[in-house]
C-alpha cells in the first residue's frame, strides 16, 4: 500500500511538473522568517505551555533546514495521508482532498508525505519512507539537487506543519486539542529523527 502511495504521487508529479497557475492558493506551508516571527509574537500570550514550547523551539530550528531555489516545482498535494487515500484489496482507488494543493517544489511535497505516512507516536517509521519512496521512483526520479534536498525538505515539513497549525490556533481556525496532538506526535518524531543527513542521503538514493 505504501508503494502505491508513493507510485501515485510520482505519477502526479510527472503531471504537474512546470504547471503554473494564475489562481491565487494559500502557501499553508509558508515558513519564512517573517512568517515565524509573526507567529512568536502572536503566541506571547499562549497559555499552553507544550504549545509555547513549540513556538520556541521553531523560532531556534526552523531556519536550518533551507531549501535551495531552482527545484522542479509542480502542482502538489501537499495533504497526502492514510485519511485522504481509498485502497481496496491492497490497490490505491482513490485519493481525496486537494483542498490545500498549490504550486512549489516537488520534493517538499514527497517529504510532506514520508511524514504523515511514516510517524508513529514519535517515531519515524524509515522501512516505511523507504518503500515509499522506492514506489515514488519507480515513475519518476529525483534530480541530485532534489535528493540532496530530501533531508532538509522532510525535517522543514515538520517544522511547518506544526507553524502553520500554531498559526491557524491563534487566530481561532483550529482547536488547541488538534495543535498539542500535532506537537506529541509529529513534533517528537522530527526530534527524534537523530539520524544524520549523510546516513539519509546513504539510505534514500537511486
Known amino acids: 500500500m505504501l508503494f502505491e502511495v508513493g507510485k501515485f504521487l510520482g505519477k502526479?508529479?510527472?503531471?504537474?511538473?512546470g504547471f503554473k497557475s494564475s489562481v491565487k492558493r494559500t502557501d499553508f506551508y509558508d515558513?519564512?522568517?517573517?512568517?515565524v516571527a509573526r507567529v512568536v509574537k502572536e503566541s506571547r500570550y499562549q497559555k499552553?505551555?507544550?504549545?509555547?514550547?513549540?513556538?520556541f523551539y521553531l523560532k531556534e530550528n526552523t531556519s536550518k533546514y533551507k531549501l535551495p531555489t531552482g527545484l522542479p516545482n509542480g502542482a502538489m498535494h501537499i495533504d497526502l495521508k492514510p485519511e485522504n487515500t481509498l485502497f481496496r484489496n491492497g490497490k490505491l482507488t482513490g485519493v481525496v482532498d486537494f483542498d490545500n494543493s498549490y504550486n512549489?517544489?516537488?520534493?517538499?511535497?514527497?517529504?510532506?508525505?514520508l511524514m504523515w505516512f511514516c510517524s508513529k507516536k514519535g517515531k519515524f517509521d524509515m522501512e516505511g519512507a523507504k518503500v515509499i519512496y522506492k514506489g515514488y521512483t519507480s515513475v519518476r526520479?529525483?534530480?541530485i539537487r532534489e535528493q540532496q534536498s530530501l533531508f532538509n525538505a522532510l525535517h522543514r515539513v515538520f517544522c511547518a506543519i506544526i507553524l502553520c497549525g500554531i498559526d491557524y490556533l491563534n487566530h481561532k481556525k483550529l482547536p488547541e486539542k488538534y495543535i498539542?496532538?500535532?506537537i506529541d506526535n509529529l513534533l517528537e518524531t522530527q526530534k527524534n529523527l537523530k539520524i544524520t543527513k549523510g546516513e539519509f542521503q546513504e539510505?534514500?538514493?537511486?
Open 48 to 55: 499552553n505551555l507544550k504549545i509555547k514550547k513549540a513556538v
Open 203 to 206: 539510505i534514500f538514493k537511486e
Open 104 to 113: 512549489g517544489p516537488l520534493i517538499f511535497d514527497l517529504a510532506d508525505t
Open 31 to 35: 515558513v519564512s522568517y517573517k512568517r
Open 12 to 17: 502526479l508529479h510527472l503531471q504537474t511538473e
Open 141 to 143: 526520479k529525483l534530480t
Open 180 to 182: 498539542v496532538w500535532t
